[in-house]
């Protein structure tokens, strides 16, 4: 995190810096300044005559005390009327009357602090002045959040974050696992196994498309005509259609979910994969494909082979590479780069805390969890999220994820109103737990009506309020 700041405190920075404060010292609206760095280096801008030193230590000349106080507030604030006010250090020595200071914050973390002063025969900073400082200020913060993001982007040219061997790892290869194919992508889901494998065809230069195969969503009755496209009227409404191999072509074909795909449709896919070769429904002539080949899956994809679920042919055609994407549990260094790189141009930073909340988290969603956290936290539009922003995000994520997960079970019989009851009887589901469950199974239904949910749950209606009110759940 150090080497960020001082990254961004760089002569970029002070060029720009330098250029701003010699604009307000030619109107006449500053008579010193100065900008610490977060280890109190100073830097003098304006008033070289009167400031002294090279440390927050040693320097003469600014009033000190007014800069402790605006680390100690974290926010900047305008003074006037110095002169007449005790305790000012050397501001009444050298005759100081107003200032301004304003800490810069990265990330939660301190950048750094502008000092801005005036002297005694001058007077008071103007409304208008007042206004032009800060927004020289906004200027200034938003140069080193551009600073930052920059640097993230350049860092980050393959387009995968993170900070953890694998991530490192990954970001070296990914242009050698561009002329491989086909590759076998393997972990849990929500990890970022779409986004390497659109990684990998950007880093290929195939000027052809990226295209999603999400075979849990292609019925098995359109399979080939979905796939491999098909003729007009080669079935009755059929229009022609070149498939998604077609809009591959000279590209990259992302087959999701791979181990979804039925059983009987697997040898077409092989043929597919190992030849090239496919056709049309309704044609009688022979295509040929020029597309990369990428499947995935968050199944164990042996142990599928063994149950008898995929052929080993094409298990071990698609196997020619294969990449296991960890769990973001076990890469923990990618959170705080992934989370900083997705708020950073929102302006909103993470305070210590919160960034420890964030980084131990178990995130049983991977990836995706995380990102759901972030646009939470976009949503509350905060500058500075603390510690208990983010446990109160994180808790009611839990609940929604408990929730979501219990009603679809009872939505596909699995669980019957009995067994939840019973599970909220002996507190192994929340209160909390339960309102959601009833409000999402009441967005399930037609009127929106308790009645309708009763009947969902096969329950008497009575009896099913009577227990919401005992409860206190409505």
Known sequence: MEGVIDSLICKDFYSALRSLIKTLSELKVIDGAVFFDKN???EILAGFERIKGRSFEDVEGISKSSIEEAEEKKSDFFEDDILVKKGRDSALYYRISSLYVSPFYFNGSLAGILYLDRIDERRRFSQSERVLIRLIRDILEKHIQDLFFDELISKELDGWLGKSDFSMKIRREIKELSSISPILILGETGVGKNLLAELIHKGSGRKGNFVVVSLPSLPETLFEAELFGCKKGAYTGASERKGLVGEAENGTLFFDEISEIPYLLQSKLLRFIETGKYRRLGEERE???????????????????????FRKDLYFRISNRIIT???????????????????????IFFEDKALEILINYDYPGNVRELLKILNEVRQRKKKYIKGKDLKEIISNLKISNESDELAKKILNGELSWGEIKELFLKREISREVMRKIIKSLLEKTLKRSYKEVAVLLRTDYGRFM????????L
Request: glycine letters at 4%.
């Open 287 to 309: 295509r040929i494909s020029d597309c990369h080949i990428i499947c995935a899956t968050n199944r164990e994809l042996w142990k599928e082979v063994d149950r008898g679920n």
């Open 40 to 42: 109190k280096n100073l």
């Open 466 to 473: 009577a227990f919401l009110h005992r409860h206190r759940i």
């Open 325 to 347: 994407i960890p769990p973001l549990r076990e890469r923990k260094e990618d959170i705080e780069e992934i989370a900083r790189f997705y708020l950073a141009k929102n302006g």
